[in-house]
């Protein structure tokens, strides 16, 4: 695979419980998606890459009424951001090159509408991008609830990630690529815990699939810079 444009990639990896690899009640120690993602890019990015992933979980956190906004507002420059304009003024910009971000499933069960989900979701995206992070938008993972109206919430939130299109935002569609109700039986039972979060089998899974996503969009972008040379 050609090499990204820097000798270094540093991603975070933001969110609550599923970011966290959290599982099994919290009684065992988490197991977060970031390890085989680590793996699945250090072994098929060229070695002279260096790779730094960094974590920032809080399991039940929200976007609305929560603390996303202050956590994620912690990795970039103590300097004033312009919201409307989307950016930060007067300081360099974020550490990271990719922010990994999933958010919405907890402000789902709280009760928030998909549209006041999707519109707090986009200034996070918007700070990201402000900051120069470019920003891996994870769909949110499906749950065992067999309720009509809940899955119809889940679905007009995810919708609205997958059309987002705005610059700088990619999507990594992982309520497809993991799902819930449409795995079969034996692999379910070895990839999904409570019916919420994932088994240490389950966030490896998510993580190969984030990692795959991720090296399909280093490849897009490398090989458009290539082709305007």
């Excluded at 929560?66 to 950016?87: E, I, M, Q």
Aim: hydrophobic residues 40%; charged residues 25%.
């Amino acid at each position: 695979m050609p090499a990204p444009p820097s000798s270094s990639l540093r991603i975070l990896c933001f969110g609550a419980s599923i970011t966290a690899g959290f599982h099994s009640f919290g009684l065992a120690p988490p197991h977060p998606y970031a390890h085989r993602l680590q793996h699945h890019l250090s072994t098929s990015l060229p070695p002279a890459i260096t790779l730094t992933i960094s974590i920032d979980a809080v399991p039940g956190d929200r976007i609305i009424g929560g603390d996303y906004d202050s956590r994620l507002r912690r990795h970039f420059p103590a300097s004033s951001f312009n919201v409307k304009a989307g950016k930060v003024e007067g300081e360099e910009g974020s550490k990271y090159d990719w922010i990994i971000l999933q958010a919405g499933g907890n402000d789902l069960a709280s009760g928030h509408a998909p549209e006041d989900i999707f519109a707090a979701l986009t200034h996070l995206w918007d700070m990201c991008t402000g900051n120069s992070a470019q920003v891996l938008a994870l769909t949110v993972t499906e749950t065992s609830a067999e309720s009509k109206l809940m899955k119809e919430r889940y679905a007009r939130l995810n919708a609205m990630i997958r059309a987002a299109g705005k610059s700088g935002v990619w999507v990594a569609d992982v309520e497809r690529e993991v799902p819930y109700w449409g795995m079969e039986a034996g692999k379910r039972r070895r990839v999904w815990d409570d019916g919420l979060h994932f088994k240490p089998e389950g966030y490896d899974l998510l993580g190969e699939k984030v990692g795959g996503r991720l090296l399909e969009i280093l490849r897009e972008e490398r090989g458009e810079r290539r082709g305007k040379l």
